[in-house]
């Protein structure tokens, strides 16, 4: 089943915040992030695993809600460099093949 | 060292032919897998791979193939080639617990 993502694309101005959430209608294992630039091809930026952890480098991070099944990805004082499309992946044991949601376009302007 | 290395990067092809993709990964990941990118960008997953078990969506028709001669490579036939076939195919790799790494890509255009 596949997550769904909200918003589907936000636009933003450097040094703005945002927040992409992520959710699931079954029982979630672990939540990948990715960041797709492009033409180019998807780029991990961060696992999470059941238990209700929060995860982060630098100026992006990232929570889990295991009750919820829920997670969201937080981008603070944004960036151009972090323009591209951001996808949550899910899966439902370990093991499992990873399951995308629909992608949500960020573009961070000048 | 490129990680994970897909080739051809580009392939036009026509309708009813066979073609082959071929990814390779130098990073020891146990586990190899193929995805398909539509032109909506939706990541598609199609099948996964480790030396023990083959893993196919159910979804995927069956004239897809994955063919796995060792653990670090895993290559994706596709026969009679549609219409519907045009994406971009990534091949991807991890090891357990781990995140994805992904090839550049396949452009396939079937005409």
């Known amino acids: 089943q596949q997550p769904v993502q909200s918003p589907q694309a936000v636009i933003l101005r450097e040094g703005e915040d945002a927040v992409i959430n992520c959710s699931s209608s079954?029982?979630?294992?672990?939540v990948h992030w990715y960041r797709q630039k492009h033409g180019e091809a998807p780029v991990f930026l961060m696992i999470l695993l059941k238990g209700g952890e929060q995860k982060g480098h630098d100026k992006i991070s990232a929570s889990f809600n295991e009750k919820k099944q829920q997670s969201s990805l937080y981008l603070t004082a944004s960036q151009l460099s972090y323009s591209g499309t951001y996808f949550c992946g899910t899966d439902f044991s370990a093991g499992n093949m990873l399951t995308f949601g629909g992608g949500t376009r960020l573009m961070v302007k000048p | 060292d490129t990680a994970v290395s897909q080739t051809p990067k580009y392939l036009v092809t026509q309708m009813g032919n066979d073609k082959s993709i071929k990814c390779e990964q130098n990073?020891?990941?146990?586990?190899m897998y193929w995805y398909k990118q539509d032109s909506k960008k939706f990541l598609k997953i199609m099948f996964s791979?480790?030396?023990?078990?083959?893993?196919i969506n159910e979804t995927v028709p069956n004239r897809f193939s994955p063919k796995s001669p060792d653990k670090a490579h895993l290559n994706l036939h596709i026969n009679s080639l549609e219409l519907g076939d045009s994406a971009v195919y990534f091949c991807a790799s991890s090891s357990t617990g781990d995140g994805y790494t992904f090839g550049s890509g396949t452009r396939l255009t079937v005409v």
């Open positions: 791979y480790n030396n023990k078990e083959l893993i």
């Open positions: 990073l020891g990941h146990d586990t």
């Open positions: 079954k029982a979630l294992y672990s």
